[in-house]
């Protein structure tokens, strides 16, 4: 299936049924009266968050939704039925920000979360509401509410616990295919990776999701290159595992380009832990290896690690790393997330 993290839709709400003219016309009936029913409210239209589903591909060819429209009052007193609601089945980590795409109206980062997104017209009243004692046949009704039509955008950030990033060819499609089921693809050349994939790890009976977005280039920020623009699914992520080929001849301005990249980005990525590794060890005799961990280190001031994704030197060590920096994720948000959660309504 192919990739999608953005569409713009449009969408329409159902007007509501007009209110119906009518009076009793029964044989034997002396005094028949009004009895005109109410129109029927229209459709709303929501958004609703879905387990199962990472792509918006589904609205580049469906951009238009429109929900239905209510049913007229009718005689007899009866209402006219309902329109038909619309659901749209959006992929958890959904922004919906409206047409500027400057607005965010809604974040749907949990299965289940829905919004309202046009809100369906109100049926209209029928003759019956406007009798009196001193307007016994009345002709008044109203029409229907009109429809609401709004215009919005959708953007994509798949949800991870730990996303991979580094430069094109710094192994992180292999390094994902080792420790999950994943299958991205994998060639000696750069750019093998042109969408996100994920993969589920499990590392000490624990599981979490991994994010490999495409690798990162200088002047990313500025739009050279690919990864820049994918940069946004792993502002979700509680950790990065940033992976540097130690293959490369300056380790050390490897790991700063794609570090200054970041920081251009922004989004919160400067700031998310990090767990630096030196990847493709296995490539090197243990004097160099010694030599590219000490220049890494000196250049991210922190702990790096060495593994081989091909020989699975290394993996495990990586794994737990990132596993302390999820479970702590994990207990943060569930500290601080509500006990109930009420749908955000857009007016």
């Known amino acids: 299936m ?23 016309r029964e044989k034997f009936v002396e005094f028949g009266g009004p009895d005109g029913g109410d129109g029927g409210r229209g459709g709303d239209v929501y958004g609703e968050a879905v ?16 929900a239905g429209r209510g049913g007229d009052g009718k005689g007899q007193n009866r209402t006219g039925a309902a ?20 607005f965010l109206i809604a974040d749907l980062t949990r299965e289940g979360q829905r919004v309202l997104l046009a809100r369906g017209g109100a049926g209209g009243l029928g003759n019956t509401h406007f009798k009196s004692s001193t307007n016994q046949a009345p002709r008044r009704t109203t029409p ?27 192994g992180k499609s292999t390094f994902l295919a080792t420790v999950s089921r994943a299958r991205p693809k994998i060639a000696a050349y750069p750019f093998t990776t042109l969408t996100p ?51 490369l001849e300056d380790v050390a301005a490897a790991y700063r380009t794609v570090r200054a990249e970041l920081d251009a980005h922004g989004g919160g990525l400067e700031a998310k832990p990090e767990v ?30 060495r593994l081989s994704a091909v020989s699975g030197e290394g993996v495990e060590a990586v794994l737990r790393a990132l596993l302390a920096h999820v479970g702590r994720r994990s207990a943060d948000e569930a500290e601080a997330a509500p006990a109930t959660w009420s749908p955000t309504e857009a007016s």
Not at 56 to 64: N, P
């Open 2 to 24: 192919k990739f999608v993290d953005e569409a713009r839709i449009h969408v329409i709400s159902g007007a509501g049924g007009n209110g119906c003219l009518s009076f009793r």
């Open 51 to 66: 387990a199962g589903l990472n792509t918006l591909i589904d609205f580049r060819y469906q951009s238009r939704i429109k």
């Open 83 to 102: 329109g038909r609601d619309v659901v749209l089945r959006l992929p958890v980590g959904t922004q919906i920000f409206d047409e500027t795409g400057e």
């Open 144 to 170: 229907g509410g009109a429809a609401e039509e709004r215009t919005f955008l959708l953007r994509l950030k798949l949800l991870a616990d730990a996303g991979l990033v580094g430069l094109p060819n710094a």
């Open 197 to 247: 994939q994920l993969g589920m790890v499990e590392s000490d009976g624990t599981r979490f999701v991994l994010a490999d977005i495409p690798g990162l280039i200088a002047g990313a920020s500025e739009g050279r290159g690919i990864g820049d623009r994918f940069l946004g699914h792993v502002e979700r992520c509680g950790v990065l595992l940033h992976l540097v080929d130690a293959t």
């Open 276 to 305: 630096v590794a030196l990847s493709k060890v296995d490539a090197l005799d243990a004097d160099a290896r010694a030599a590219k961990a000490r220049a890494l280190e000196a250049a991210a001031d922190a702990p790096v690690h």
